[in-house]
Every structure is written in C-alpha cells, then in structure tokens.
C-alpha cells in the first residue's frame, strides 16, 4: 500500500488508518530508541518502516565506506537475491547523490534513469541520507514496484526515520567507542598487573605478546629484547608468525624489528613479502602485514615489538598504530622491570650461593643480636641446625664462659664497624674451636639492619702456630743447653793447651809449642763458632736483648783499640783511627757495639797484609729524618771483593767464597750477626768495596737507641 | 803472696786455674759450690776471690750478696767469671756487688791484669 493509495480513503477509514500509521511510527521509534548496537539500529530502521501500516516493503540501509567511497548493505527487507554486505561502488546506483549533497532524493520512475541498479523492472525509489555529527555516513534506499508511489508524507515520515535512526547510529557508535576504550584500558591495566606480578622475563614477554595479539586482533607477533652489549635484538617470545623466531638476533636495522628499533619510529608494513627491508632469516615466515614497533624508555631503546596479520584480507590502520603506541610504552616498562628484577635475581642467586657454599661459617643477626640466617658452613662448623638457630641470640648460644664478655663487645661493635678477632667458641657438643671472627655492620638503603659475622676456623692454623713456636722454643733451648754443655769441655781443651804452653816454655821442651798452640787456636775457633751460633739462635728465636746504656764513644772506641791492636798488627798492618768531633755520649748496647767493631777490625786485618786499617767514628745528622747518628767505619786495603762476593757476605755462614775460609779461616756468621745487631738498635751495615783496593764496612746507629718504638731514656 | 779463694764447681776448670795462678806466684784455696765458697771466705784470710757465677747449692750471685752483707767479708775484692758474655751478666755481676768481672775460658794474662788491679789497691 501506498501513501497516495490511503490519501482517497474514506474519512473514518483514515482516521483508523492513521491512528494505525501513529502507532506503527512510535513502534519505530522505539525499537530504534531501544537498539544499543548499530547493527540492531540498522536492523529496527528497516524491520520497523517494513510495516503493514506504513506499507514500505522494499527497504535498504546503506553505510559509506569511507576509505572507499562505496556503500555496503547492511540491512534490508524485501530484496530477494541480494548478498550480504552487497556491496555497491562508488559512482553506481541512485542512492549515491543523497550521499553525495546530504539531501533526500525521490525518483518517480526508475526505468528513466540509467543508473538504477535494483531488480525491480519499474517503481519508484526515495533515497534518505543518514548523518551523524554533520557527516553523511549512509543512506536509508526505499522503494516501490509502482511509478509515483511516494509523496510528501512518504518524505516526512522516512526522514524522521533516517533522523532517529542517524541519532541512534551515533549514540551506538559513541557506547561502542566508550567500550572499546572501557576494553582497551582493561586490557592495559590487565597487561600492567600480569607483568608486574610476573617479572621471569620470559613470562613477561609471553604476556606482553599475548596482550598486544588480543589487543589489536592480530594473528601473531614476537617480542625482541634489546642487548646493549653487542647492538643487537634477540627475539624472546614469538608466537604464530609461521615458525617460532625465539633466539633470533637481529641487528639494527635488520627486518621490521631492526627497523624500529633504529630509527625508534613504528611501521606499518602492508605486504610484507614485497617489502625490501626483509631480514633472511624471516624469509619463510607466514605473514602478509606487519606493524612493528620500538620499545623505548625515554629515548633508550628496550627492545621491540612486531604484529602480523596473516590474512591478505587485513591490514593494519591507524587505528592500529594508536593501540600499538599505547601499548608499547607499558611493554618497555615491564620489560625494563622485569629486566632489572632478572638482573637483581641473578645477583642474589650468586651471592646466596656464594653464602651457601662457603666453607666459612656465615651468619647474619638481626639487630636484636639474633640470628636471623646461617650457611651450611655455620652449621658444620658449630653443629647446629639452621633451625635450631634462627631466632636465638648469637653469643650466649656459642661464646664460652670466658669468652662471652669478648664476645658480646665485638658484636655491639659490630654493629657500627668492621671487626677482625680471634677468639674461642663452643659448639653445640661442648668441644672448643679456635675461630677467626670478622663482623660487619648490614646497611640497606643506609639503614643499619643487622650484622654480619664470618666465623672461619683456625684450630689448625692455631695448631700449627703452637707447635712451630714449640719448635722454635726448643730449638733454641736446644742450641743454648747445648752451646753451655759444648763450652764446658771446650774450656777444659783450651785452658789446658793454653797451660800446657806455659809449661812446656818453663820446661825448656819448645819442641811441643807448636803443636799446643794448634789445638788452642782450634779450640778457640770452635768456641767462637758455638757462640755465634747461639747468637743468631737468640736473635733468630726474637730472644736477643737490647741492654741499653749510656756511655762516652770516644772512650768506648778507645778500649776497642786497646783491646783489636795485638790483632789487627799481626800481619803487619798499621791501626789509624780517626775521630769525628763533638762524638758526645750514645744511648746504645754497650756490649754489642763493641763485638761489632772487633769483628770488623778483625775482618780487616784477616784480610789485609802489610796494609792500613782505618777506624773512623763521626757524629752525623740524617739528612732525611734529623736523626742523630753515630757513623763508624772499618777500611783496610786488603784484598777487595767483587761485587757479586758482597752480595751474600751478610748471610750466615757465608764468606765471600769457600775457599777464603780455609785460608782466612772465621765463621761466616760474624758479618750475619753485625747485621742482625745494627737492624736491632734501628741501625744498619753497609759494605763498600773493590778487590785488590780494599773494603770499608760502614755501621751507623742512631745516637739514642730505642726498642720496640719507645724512644730512649736519655 | 797473695792468697786467693777460687770457687768453682767445675773441677778442670779449678784444676787449670789453680794450678796456672799457682805458677804465677799465688797461694790458692779452692771451694766447690757457694755455700763452701761463703763459708770459707769467712773464715778470713782471702786477699781476694775468683767466683764462677753458676754453682751448685747457691750461685755466685747469691753467695757474692752475702760476702757482701757480711761484716768480715765485705771488703774483699771479688771478681766473677762467668760462661760467654750473656747479655747483662756484666751489669748483673756489678750490681751483685764484684769489683769485676771475666769471662771464659780465661786469658790469664787479661784476668791477672785484672787481679793485680785489685790486689794492688
């Protein structure tokens, strides 16, 4: 039925007809006031004009592509044969001018115009544009299988139609836009929490790529971390692109992930096997588009991200790339996070197994005292359990009856400063170790939260400390029992050739002096051997006194002369001696001053013949520290050593060579112990020397001696 | 002739001293540890005594004290021989109160140089 056909009714007739008309239109309405979606809008605009009352039977709703230009169906009634989401190009069919100048447009016959396209051999056709927020986004196409069907009223009523319905097209799409947004923040925040509760890198990742295929709709897509190291992107979550791309490496500016990670600009790739930039190793992958792009902190590269759509019939748009860029800064954050957590995992996991397998006992305290963790090598070292630890105070638990008060200062020290001990603590049988003991204040984020003790022990060590001082003990007691029991009979072979001497000359019987004299000088060789030798066990042994005293030096060189003259002019040598002025008084050992000079001078005139011997003694001022020294020189003009014979000649028992000894005969270890005594008194020996020239011995020692750094009593 | 009291509890060494100090003119009495030593001396007439320092009984430097502590024996010069020149013997043999002091094994003509020293005072 038709509006012209109502208009010549009867007056009853059309009141009736119209009061149905009403109500058919406020059906309308509300079926499309009622429709939420735009594809229930499209579906309520033609079911509802599709009304006996308002007899339009043939109806369709066209919406404009707007990339396009064409119009795609999306709703209709009464169109046999007509596929879904028809689609009618752009420059076809008459509905295309209400699209094109935004007004209606009513053809009375369609057989005169060339451009209709319909089935419908003959008719007319009403075409309504729908406009939503000024623009024309589709046309409302109805007709009739009658020329001249449609008048005024037709245009009222379908315009009204096309006004609600364009109303309801907007606020659906409005619901939708605010959903999508509803979604698309749900989905963030989704992504957000699952990466920030699962910080594995690996599971981030996945989630990260999981969320940006649900995201954007895609069919797959990997997911790239960047390493600084080696400028590169490693592939660590791919998830269907053709083949799984995990552990690929990819360097700047290699395939679409390089790509954007160098220029750090996304990329929408729409045919990605005609694309030039193609990596080879992504040469089999199935995909047809790809949208990629970098993840940035700042501007510091992260890593990346790659979407593909394997469907020719997708391609990315900008709708896309705003989602992608929505999304990548919170993957970049989550992977920054979830990186620095790995890092930090991993540097527990090292230091915890640095703990753990420590053979050192390692505990931490709280700063209670109590112990709040401890190593396998607590628990071997003391016999506890970590669990019959935890909780328990430190000291009482290990220190002994007699090392408790140590024991609990150092922990109180410790927790402000490093501390480094020894003590004795009990383990948990009773049995007593010696340990080595180091505490450390724990300082987090400059808070002082506990300690650190290290327990390493020393038992052993200890052990063997004792038994090599017991050994250096006896073998000094040794050497001194035995040079007092080897002096006895010495003293006997000595005194009695020496007396055999004598006797021999007042008998007249010369004949045997020789021979005496031999076993006397032997003798009093092997006993300066024996004394020497206890000597260096002393000083050795750390048992050698100092017994400081004051005396005159001028005096003290004095005696020495008198006593070396017989000696040094043995061999025909002359004794000169020269004496600085002002020599004063030196604080010093008396004793071992003098065994020194005369070892020298007697060095000396051993190896000088017919030459000079030259004592020299000089009051000086060190140069460097101000300290005041006494200088005493031995030069002779003997036979001279070289270079190579000085360089052991303060060691024991070495003269300058073998030979010299059997010749000069002498200990060896007269030079040792000048040494020793000089380094004593804070002093040192110096040789100079040329062979055939001649050598000069040079002593110095401070004028006031003083022992184990406390100054001298003057 | 000077008479002299030698205590010493080694008998070669007492033996050799006597015998080389006898040639030399003096008239020697010998004891053997320091207890005889002390009691001998004061007995009286000693000009001087040679006292080895490490004796059975009481050492020299105890019986040394006590000649020294004694009236009749005050004033006799004492000299102390002792083994190698230990560090502080000396100062130790003074302070016990000897005029002087020696070593051994003896050189006599270092040790009657010291012993005429004494005497001759």
């Not at chain 1, 490093?418 to 010696?434: A, E, F, S, Y």
Request: net charge negative; hydrophobic share 40%.
């Amino acid at each position: 039925m038709t509006a012209q056909k109502a208009s010549i009714s009867s007056r009853p007739g059309r009141q009736r007809r119209l009061a149905r008309r009403q109500a058919a239109l406020l059906r309308l309405s509300t079926a499309i006031a009622a429709a939420h979606e735009e594809t229930e809008v499209y579906q309520s605009v033609v079911n509802g004009l599709h009304d006996e009352a308002l007899g339009y039977n043939f109806l369709g709703l066209f919406l404009l592509d707007p990339e396009t230009g064409d119009r795609v169906l999306q709703a209709s009634v009464g169109w046999p044969d007509v596929p879904e989401n028809w689609r009618v190009h752009r420059g076809e069919g008459l509905s295309e001018r209400a699209l094109r100048d935004g007004q209606l447009h009513y053809t009375a016959d369609v057989r005169r115009e060339s451009q209709y396209l319909a089935s419908l051999a003959s008719g007319s056709e009403v075409d309504v544009p729908l406009r939503v927020n000024g623009d024309t986004i589709g046309v409302l196409v109805v007709e009739s299988s009658e020329p001249n069907a449609f008048g005024e009223e037709d245009f009222e009523i379908l315009t009204a139609a096309a006004n609600q319905a364009s109303i309801a097209i907007g606020r659906a799409r409005l619901l939708a836009e605010e959903r999508r947004r509803a979604d698309e923040h749900k989905a963030l925040l989704d992504t957000m929490s699952d990466l920030s509760s699962e910080l594995e890198l690996s599971k981030v990742l996945q989630a990260v790529l999981e969320r940006a295929v649900t995201l954007l709709g895609v069919t797959g897509g990997e997911v790239a971390i960047y390493e600084e190291t080696n400028r590169e992107l490693v592939v660590v979550a791919s998830q269907n692109i053709g083949k799984d791309s995990t552990d690929t490496r990819l360097k700047l500016g290699e395939g679409a992930m390089g790509v954007v990670a160098e220029s750090q600009e996304p990329l929408i790739i729409p045919s990605y096997h005609e694309w030039l930039g193609q990596s080879e190793q992504y040469a089999d992958v199935l995909v047809h588009s790809v949208m990629a792009a970098p993840l940035l902190i700042g501007r510091r590269l992260v890593g990346a991200i790659a979407t593909v759509h394997s469907d020719p019939e997708r391609i990315f748009n900008k709708e896309d790339l705003r989602l992608l860029n929505m999304f990548a800064p919170q993957a970049a954050i989550a992977v920054e996070n979830a990186r620095l957590y790995t890092e930090a995992q991993k540097q527990r996991q090292y230091f915890q197994a640095l703990v753990r397998n420590s053979p050192v006992a390692i505990v931490t305290l709280d700063l209670a005292e109590k112990i709040v963790n401890c190593n396998p090598g607590f628990e071997q070292l003391f016999g506890y359990t970590q669990d019959e630890v935890i909780g328990r105070y430190i000291d009482p638990l290990i220190a002994t009856e007699a090392t408790r008060s140590e024991a609990l200062a150092y922990t109180k020290e410790a927790l402000d400063r490093p501390i480094h001990g020894i003590g004795q603590r009990r383990r948990k049988d009773g049995t007593l170790v010696d340990v080595e003991i180091l505490g450390v204040p724990v300082i987090l984020e400059g808070e002082r939260v506990g300690i650190l003790a290290i327990y390493h022990d020393i038992t052993e060590l200890l052990q063997a400390r004792r038994e090599a001082e017991a050994a250096n003990t006896a073998k000094s007691q040794f050497l001194a029992s035995m040079s007092h029991e080897l002096r006895t009979p010495l003293n006997a072979i000595i005194g009695y050739s020496e007396m055999l001497q004598e006797e021999v000359a007042d008998l007249g019987h010369q004949e045997f002096t020789g021979d005496l004299e031999k076993i006397n000088t032997a003798g009093r060789h092997l006993l300066s051997l024996i004394n020497n030798i206890l000597d260096l066990s002393k000083i050795e042994a750390g048992k050698m006194d100092l017994h400081l005293e004051s005396f005159n030096v001028k005096a003290m060189v004095e005696d020495v002369v008198t006593t070396a003259s017989p000696l040094v002019t043995k061999n025909g040598n002359r004794l000169a001696v020269e004496y600085g002025s002002d020599l004063g008084s030196m604080y010093a050992d008396l004793t071992k001053l003098r065994q020194m000079l005369l070892n020298l001078l007697s060095n000396a005139a051993k190896f000088t013949e017919q030459g000079t011997i030259t004592l020299a003694v000089d009051r000086r001022t060190e140069l460097e520290d101000r300290r005041v020294m006494l200088v005493f020189s031995v030069a002779d003009t003997g036979i001279g050593m070289t270079a190579e014979q000085m360089g052991k000649l303060f060691e024991a028992f070495s003269q300058a060579e073998a030979s010299t000894t059997s010749k000069y005969g002498g200990t060896g270890l007269g030079l040792a112990i000048t040494r020793r005594f000089c380094h004593l008194m804070g002093g040192d020996v110096q040789v100079e020397s040329e062979p055939g020239i001649g050598s000069k011995f040079t002593i110095r020692l401070p004028a006031a001696v003083t022992v184990a750094g406390q100054p001298a009593a003057e | 002739m000077s008479r002299i009291l030698l205590v010493e509890d080694n008998e070669m060494n007492r033996d050799m001293l006597s015998r080389r100090l006898t040639r030399k003119g003096y008239e020697v009495t010998m004891a053997v540890d320091g207890r005889e030593g002390v009691e001998m001396a004061k007995q009286g007439g000693y000009d001087l005594i040679l006292m080895d320092m490490s004796l059975p009984e009481i050492d020299g430097w105890e019986a040394t004290r006590q000649l020294r502590a004694a009236e009749e024996t005050r004033s006799i010069p004492i000299i102390a021989l002792t083994a190698h020149a230990m560090a502080g013997d000396r100062e130790k043999a003074l302070e016990a109160g000897c005029d002087d002091y020696d070593t051994k094994p003896i050189e006599l003509e270092r040790l009657l140089s010291k012993m005429e020293g004494l005497l001759n005072k």
